[in-house]
């Protein structure tokens, strides 16, 4: 039987404190606001029980941050697209931002097993003021289990409309894809870190964040397959490919904690599930 969950999260800034309401349908749901960075920012941890998708499974997630609100997301594991001989598996993310509002978004890898047909779409809609730093990162199979991606499909979608669009199709079958270096070379893992706006990035300030990037990526042992861009004035991108997730994740992680103090001065603060 095919799951159809949905969770809507709120958040707004009141009396000085972020607080964030919610509502679900389904196995789909945040755990308690937590606040490690004092009352303006509220960190939470969302939890599907399930733990992964099968054919026909669809997981809505909705986010909206009002004006001077600012949330952070993150999940306690991977997500989990399972093999489907039928329908494809489906996670939409839609994320909106008010004017001067912030959030991160940082969820842990989605892993696409082998014959998985599954997309995973990420939509950003921020009004001018807004900023959001987030990642996407994907690992094909299990490798070092030995649990290779060797058949089925995958569609990954991030979106920031009329703005910047990333959308990739990766059939397991496709070799020159897979393991030519015009595609993924034999990585198994493709991350994407980013941040946008919704107005304008000032030029030094662009330029200042992938100078940052860059630094950190120039002494990484992925800085052969890595590398920070800006397709648009409103956004500030870092992509890399890995073997295996764990050194991508690591060097994402110090790339959004360089950013984080470069755009907001705010300083560094791990969501306390990772160290569990």
Not at 12 to 34: K, M, W, Y
Not at 143 to 154: E, M, N, S, V
Request: charged share 20%; with cysteine; glycine share 10%.
């Amino acid at each position: 039987m095919a799951w159809h969950a949905r969770l809507d999260l709120d958040y707004r800034l009141e009396a000085g404190r972020c607080v964030a309401r919610h509502a679900h349908t389904g196995p789909l749901r945040i755990l308690q606001s937590l606040y490690p960075e004092g009352n303006r920012i509220c960190h939470n941890v969302l939890v599907h029980p399930p733990g992964g998708l099968v054919g026909g499974d669809t997981l809505d997630i909705g986010i909206h941050v009002a004006p001077g609100a600012h949330g952070l997301v993150t999940t306690p594991g991977a997500s989990r697209f399972y093999r489907s001989d039928g329908e494809p598996a489906l996670q939409r993310t839609a994320i909106t931002l008010d004017a001067d509002a912030r959030m991160e978004w940082l969820p842990l890898e989605a892993i696409c097993y082998s014959g998985c047909r599954a997309e995973n779409r990420l939509t950003l809609k921020l009004a001018p003021g807004a900023e959001l730093l987030g990642w996407d990162v994907t690992a094909l199979g299990l490798p070092a289990a030995g649990k290779l991606f060797d058949a089925g499909h995958f569609c990954q979608h991030i979106e920031v409309p009329g703005v910047w669009l990333e959308r990739a199709h990766i059939q397991a079958l496709d070799t020159l894809l897979m393991n030519s270096p015009l595609g993924l070379a034999g990585h198994r893992c493709m991350g994407t870190l980013f941040f946008v706006a919704g107005s304008k990035l000032a030029r030094h300030r662009r330029q200042q964040a992938l100078d940052k990037a860059r630094e950190v990526i120039e002494t990484h042992p992925l800085c052969t397959t890595a590398g920070a861009t800006s397709p648009d004035g409103q956004v500030v991108v870092v992509r890399v490919l890995a073997p295996v997730v764990e050194p991508a994740m690591a060097l994402l992680k110090q790339v959004w904690l360089t950013w984080r103090g470069h755009f907001w001065q705010q300083t560094a603060c791990s969501p306390r599930i990772w160290a569990t």
